[in-house]
């Protein structure tokens, strides 16, 4: 008799067990737009309530390949479902071709940028050095000709400075020279970069979208029904 009961027990207690739902939590990295579990739509959260059994998930971000997987929950389970998107063929090649793209940018027109902008602080600082070295040159000379003792160490300080502006003058002309031609580069890259601007990343559309909205009569009632239309494929 007590094996009787034990047994009525073990059956009403599995048949229990067996009935309860499970609870499905998902932690999806990164955070999807829409998440599809089997035929119903996770609005809020990230947990459900399931029974046994195999069911479908579907969920997507833009960029990312969709996840489209079938899980197994039994009976009571608190089943925890991880998973991290990949990114999509389609933005992988358009990742590739914008770094590409920004390559030949920094070649075309950073390059150039930089070189201008340092050929001209270097010419503004050359320029003033050379006003600054003309004037030794005229300083010394009037120490040259007026000099009573010392005249050849005067000359020899005259003809020091007047080395030290030639040097400097004609290293004015030369950074002048490189300037122009950086500057030529510099609008070319412009004109390159006004041609060959990248656009931005269009997102492939959601495969588990709201696609629209049907209204039928229903025949047996005689009511309309209203049918929201997604696509699933």
């Given at each position: 008799m007590k094996k009787l009961l034990f047994l009525f027990f073990l059956v009403l207690?599995?048949?229990?067990?067996?009935?309860?739902?499970?609870?499905?939590?998902?932690?999806?990295?990164t955070t999807p737009e829409v998440v599809w579990v089997n035929d119903s739509l996770l609005i809020k959260g990230n947990k459900m309530d399931l029974p046994e059994g195999?069911?479908?998930?579907?969920?997507?971000?833009?960029g990312y390949s969709p996840?489209?997987?079938?899980?197994?929950?039994?009976a009571a389970e608190n089943k925890q479902f991880f998973y991290r998107f990949?990114?999509?063929?389609a933005y992988k090649t358009w990742e590739k071709r914008k770094t590409s793209h920004n390559n030949k940018k920094l070649i075309r027109f950073g390059l150039p940028v930089a070189t201008t902008t340092i050929?001209?602080?270097?010419?503004?600082?050359?320029?003033?050095?050379?006003?600054?070295?003309?004037?030794?040159?005229?300083?010394?000379?009037?120490?040259?000709?007026?000099?009573?003792?010392n005249v050849s160490s005067a000359e020899a300080d005259f003809t020091a400075a007047q080395d030290s502006y030639r040097r400097t003058y004609w290293s004015y002309y030369i950074q002048a020279g490189a300037l122009a031609v950086s500057a030529?580069?510099?609008y070319k890259g412009i004109v390159w970069l006004q041609?060959?601007?990248?656009?931005?990343?269009?997102?492939?559309e959601n495969p588990f979208?709201?696609?629209g909205i049907d209204i039928k009569s229903d025949p047996y009632t005689g009511g309309i029904n209203l049918c929201l239309i997604f696509n699933l494929d």
């Open positions: 207690l599995s048949g229990f067990i067996k009935g309860q739902d499970a609870r499905l939590s998902l932690f999806i990295h195999n069911h479908r998930i579907r969920a997507w971000v833009p996840l489209d997987t079938v899980i197994a929950i039994k990949d990114r999509s063929e050929l001209t602080g270097t010419m503004i600082y050359t320029f003033f050095s050379a006003r600054n070295k003309h004037q030794e040159v005229l300083d010394k000379y009037d120490d040259y000709i007026n000099s009573i003792s030529y580069f510099l041609k060959n601007t990248f656009p931005d990343f269009v997102s492939e979208a709201f696609n």
